[in-house]
């Protein structure tokens, strides 16, 4: 008989310690707002940026997770890699909408996901501007924590066809990138009711959760961009899958209302051949 110590942590217990650090590193990005623009590099081209702020706050929530859990592994975008041995590992974005933070557009979040012998069991988005905290376990449901409103559960929503669908996309930093996916947005325009681009995938993905877009596409996207909010999106109701039923993100993140996740997959699908 195995006792509920030897199988791990609940995914509860590890969205407690998620939630806990990612309000730490909220707390710190929104600290560092008003100087984002002063310690500024870029990665993989002059308009990727990557800012104090992103490895300070990366460097808190390390710190906080494996204090906590000091056998655990560590995926984060500003480097942060490390193998663990309790088969837990922590995927974290420190800010997912780094743009948007330096341009003060209050889409910009903190991404921590819990992912157990390969399988996401807890996430946490929180957008640091607006303080909504977006939370899911594996099989527990979504669920939206907004100040000064009551915490309420998350439903994809419903649209009844393709038409009155709204889409959210993203595109990636280098402009031969960026020029194949804006004739992909030209393409699907007018098949769809409109499309959203608010700069962060992991609140585009918790956007779908929340029934504020329908559906979201990405081609491109790393691990830490898409962990917490894919599982956020997934457990709201939304179909989440990548390109022709390959795994999510290896490369395309789509995530749909089930009343259209096939006819949106099909249209994603035959935009990228
Ligand atoms: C961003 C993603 C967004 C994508 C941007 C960028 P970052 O992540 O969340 O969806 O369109 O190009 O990759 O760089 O702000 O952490």
């Known amino acids: 008989m195995t006792s509920a110590r030897d199988q791990g942590p609940s995914p509860a217990e590890l969205l407690g310690l998620a939630v806990s650090a990612a309000r730490e590193a909220a707390d710190l990005v929104a600290r560092g707002r008003e100087g984002a623009g002063e310690h500024v590099g870029t990665k993989s081209s002059p308009v990727d ?20 859990r ?21 995927i974290v974005d420190p800010i997912d909408g780094t743009v948007n933070f330096l341009y003060d557009v209050p889409a910009y979040g903190v991404s921590v996901a819990a992912e157990v012998h390969g399988t996401v069991r807890a996430g946490v988005v929180l957008n640091v501007a607006t303080g909504e905290l977006f939370t899911a376990t594996d099989g527990g449901g979504a669920r939206l ?24 996309t993203g595109f990636g930093y280098r402009a031969e990138q960026r020029r194949a996916q804006g004739r992909v947005v030209a393409e699907l325009l007018p098949r769809v009711r409109d499309i959203r681009r608010f700069g962060s995938a992991a609140l585009d993905l918790c956007a779908v959760a929340a029934g504020r877009v329908d559906a979201y596409y990405e081609l491109g996207l790393n691990p830490w961009d898409h962990a917490a909010g894919a599982l956020v999106a997934a457990e709201a109701g939304a179909v989440v899958t990548g390109l022709r039923g390959t795994p999510v993100g290896q490369p395309m993140v789509i995530a749909a209302a089930p009343s259209v996740a096939g006819p949106f997959a099909d249209l994603v699908a035959e935009l990228h051949p």
Not at 70 to 90: F, Y
Not at 151 to 167: D, K, M
Request: charge should be negative; hydrophobic fraction near 40%; aromatic fraction near 2%.
């Open 49 to 68: 940026v990557v800012t104090a702020v992103d490895a300070a706050s990366e460097e808190l929530l390390v710190g906080r997770l494996l204090a906590a």
């Open 70 to 90: 000091p056998d655990d592994g560590v995926l984060g975008e500003e480097g942060a890699a490390r193998e663990g041995s309790s088969g837990v590992r922590w």
């Open 145 to 168: 924590a907004a100040p000064g409103r009551p915490e309420r559960r998350l439903r994809a929503g419903r649209p009844p066809s393709l038409e009155q669908t709204l889409v959210a």
